[in-house]
């Protein structure tokens, strides 16, 4: 079983930073790719970004390059996306995402997800 578990979401002011954590198993770490998507109120979830499960390849939606970064920890079994420039409209819940296959022309169809945290950046 896939289990997921974020942590590090708050509230920040644009232009400031937060960094959000994601730990798995060890068998979902090094076979799966990892990312994450959010979801803004009254609004669908959309992806966000992924790292491979080597960490070689990563994948940004528009929105996000430039601002945020994702990285693994081999030795904690842990991703980040650490987020930086926080726009209001970077408010939403984030959730940690797990797939054997990678980001696809910007599309990705994650099969395991996390619980969320929120994320709320003040204006």
């Known amino acids: 079983q896939v289990q997921l578990v974020e942590s590090g979401g708050g509230l920040v002011q644009a232009g400031g930073s937060l960094r959000l954590s994601c730990a798995a198993s060890?068998?979902?770490?090094?076979?799966?790719?990892m990312g994450w998507f959010r979801q803004a109120p009254g609004k669908e979830r959309e992806f966000v970004g992924a790292?491979?499960?080597?960490?070689?390849?990563?994948y940004y939606t528009d929105s996000v390059k430039g601002r945020f970064t994702i990285s693994r920890d081999n030795a904690k079994i842990t991703i980040y996306l650490q987020m930086n420039s926080l726009k209001p409209e970077d408010t939403a819940v984030y959730y940690c995402?797990?797939?054997?296959?990678?980001?696809?022309?910007?599309?990705?169809?994650?099969?395991?997800w996390g619980q969320g945290t929120q994320v709320t950046v003040s204006s």
């Open positions: 060890r068998r979902t770490f090094f076979n799966y790719a």
């Open positions: 790292i491979s499960w080597s960490g070689g390849s990563t």
């Open positions: 995402a797990a797939d054997p296959g990678t980001p696809v022309g910007g599309a990705w169809a994650a099969d395991y």
